[in-house]
């Protein structure tokens, strides 16, 4: 029986969802998935790290959080130590969920450079490194034999990056349009029934749904990335950052919001990316107020729906939800079949 040790580097919603899971769930994996999964190693900028080569105890590590105890109080180190836990834990695979950094990618681009170099697969939902080294990662994955996977990076564990790689062969992609970031859309419909932006963004934080810095998700970059990520991986686009338009919903009032939806148009953040004549692609985020006959109006909550223009099916969509914590713990356990499917040589679930 194939049992993979896992590295979890950040232990906040996502990877810690991903621990319970584990811990809930393993040996069912075996029977269904067909491999077992037992945690080696833990990193956190708070709680420090912890490495234990025959499996950390995970219901000790989840009891860790909001008080003062650290790893150092159970056999580990009171810092994160991140380079050296990534490059000589005994993890075959690392799930990299810090914070996404939509200027750099850092540290999480050194987290899954460090991970690829020292032999270990990664699996990630931290958009930064995806959407800003994604092309380079993956060559380095290739060289160093190993995997570099990062479904959850956009829609969390709604399929649609292996879906559309696995499921769109022989259709040509000529764009897409969708609803890319769950907290926005939330906050959106609350603002419809007249709740003011701060309310609403406190509760997508409470819901698990916002980027550690919300402005992320309001003003838009967070799509932005996705925009890219989608763009690059999907159309071949081979744009950068800069060439993503962007424009967050912070200029909307509440009052406009359910005003909008009186007069029968519903403001959403419409992420977009458009193959033109001459190949080259545009990509933008910004705000729009859709009739509610679109297919996006009906897109509420912390769903997102992304809809591809094919040329031989025409529109086709995919829809589910778009951030949580353990929709997102779902996509490492996703990414994590993904490899195991690849190591078997057989095709991947996801
Ligand atoms: N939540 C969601 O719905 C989704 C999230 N994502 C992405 O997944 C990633 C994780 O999200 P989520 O779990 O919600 O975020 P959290 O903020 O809950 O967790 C991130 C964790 O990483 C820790 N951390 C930050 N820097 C470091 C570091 N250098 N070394 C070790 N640990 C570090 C943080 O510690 P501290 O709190 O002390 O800063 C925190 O515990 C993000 O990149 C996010 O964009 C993607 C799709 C959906
Ligand atoms: N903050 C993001 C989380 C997923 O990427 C969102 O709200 O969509």
């Keep these: 029986m194939t049992t993979y040790d896992i590295a979890l580097i950040g232990f906040g919603g996502v990877n810690r969802t991903l621990a319970q899971l584990i811990h809930d769930r393993g040996s069912s994996f075996v029977d269904e998935l067909g491999f077992g999964l037992r945690v080696v190693a833990i990193t956190d900028l708070r709680l420090g790290s912890l490495v234990k080569e025959d499996g950390i105890d995970l219901s000790v590590a989840l009891r860790l959080g909001s008080g003062s105890e650290t790893f150092a109080d159970h056999g580990g180190s009171a810092t994160p130590d991140n380079e050296h836990v990534i490059r000589n834990c005994s993890a075959d695979i690392v799930c990299e969920a810090t914070f996404t950094n939509p200027d750099d990618g850092e540290p999480a681009v050194s987290h899954v450079r460090w991970a690829l170099e020292s032999g270990k697969s990664v699996c990630t939902t931290n958009k930064g490194p995806v959407a800003l080294r994604g092309p380079e990662l993956t060559a380095l994955a290739v060289r160093n034999g190993v995997h570099f996977e990062f479904e959850g990076a956009v829609m969390s564990g709604t399929p649609v990056i292996r879906l559309a790689r696995k499921?769109?062969?022989g259709l040509k992609l000529d764009g897409f349009e969708g609803i890319l970031n769950g907290t926005s859309n939330y906050v959106l419909g609350r603002m419809e029934t007249g709740m003011e932006l701060g309310k609403a963004i406190t509760e997508a934080q409470e819901l698990g749904y916002a980027e550690a810095n919300p402005a992320a998700d309001i003003e838009g970059f967070d799509v932005q990335l996705k925009v890219l990520i989608l763009a690059n991986e999907l159309l071949g686009a081979g744009i950068t950052?800069?060439?993503?338009?962007?424009?967050?919903?912070?200029?909307?009032?509440?009052k406009e919001v359910k005003n909008a939806a009186l007069a029968g148009r519903r403001w959403k953040l419409v992420g977009s990316a458009k193959r033109n004549p001459d190949g080259t692609v545009t990509a933008g985020v910004e705000p729009v107020a859709l009739p509610l006959d679109h297919g996006l109006a009906g897109v509420s909550g912390a769903t997102n729906a992304v809809s591809?223009?094919?040329?031989?099916?025409?529109?086709?969509?995919?829809?589910?939800?778009g951030a949580g914590r353990l929709e997102t713990a779902y996509a490492l356990l996703s990414d994590i079949i993904a490899i195991h499917a690849a190591k078997a040589g057989v095709a991947a679930h996801a």
């Design 308 to 321: 591809f223009a094919t040329d031989l099916l025409g529109p086709v969509t995919v829809s589910g939800p």
């Design 167 to 169: 499921m769109f062969e």
């Design 241 to 254: 950052l800069a060439d993503v338009t962007r424009r967050g919903i912070s200029e909307l009032s509440a």
